[in-house]
């Protein structure tokens, strides 16, 4: 049963919106990081592309499944890693961006977590009544 969003407490929702925002953010990011602000050729590269599994959990995150949260904090530990190591690698403008790349992984992890926790705690203050419709 999916809940409504009257029955959904206020700090569980502002999780989900953390998580939608930096999953955008994170998706943002690497579109204008690779294609425009400092892309590693001029003109844009096919690292552009490292968006796509991005795309993916989006849906799940707006439909509010569960089970896209907690692969969602799976993969994005590939897009920390990259920071990471761009940051630490790259000249000025592409070492900025991919300390923001580590800040929006961070953050979207964070979400996911704290998501996945509240929910499960939500879930059980519930009582069995309210979650079972005839």
Not at 118 to 123: I, V
Request: glycine content about 6%; charged content about 15%; proline content about 7%.
């Amino acid at each position: 049963m999916q809940a409504t969003d009257t029955s959904i407490p206020s700090h569980v929702r502002l999780s989900r919106q953390l998580a939608v925002a930096s999953l955008l953010g994170l998706i943002v990011l690497g579109l204008a990081w690779e294609l425009w602000l400092a892309p590693l050729r001029p003109g844009g590269s096919w690292l552009a592309l490292k968006v796509l599994p991005l795309c993916l959990p989006l849906a799940g995150l707006l439909k509010n499944r569960m089970y896209t949260y907690r692969w969602l904090s799976l993969l994005l530990w590939f897009y920390f890693t990259e920071g990471v190591v761009r940051a630490t690698s790259e000249p000025a403008p592409g070492a900025w961006l991919a300390a923001l790349e580590v800040l929006l992984s961070l953050a979207l992890f964070a979400a996911c977590v704290l998501h996945i926790r509240l929910r499960q705690k939500a879930a059980k203050a519930q009582p069995l009544s309210e979650t079972v419709t005839p």
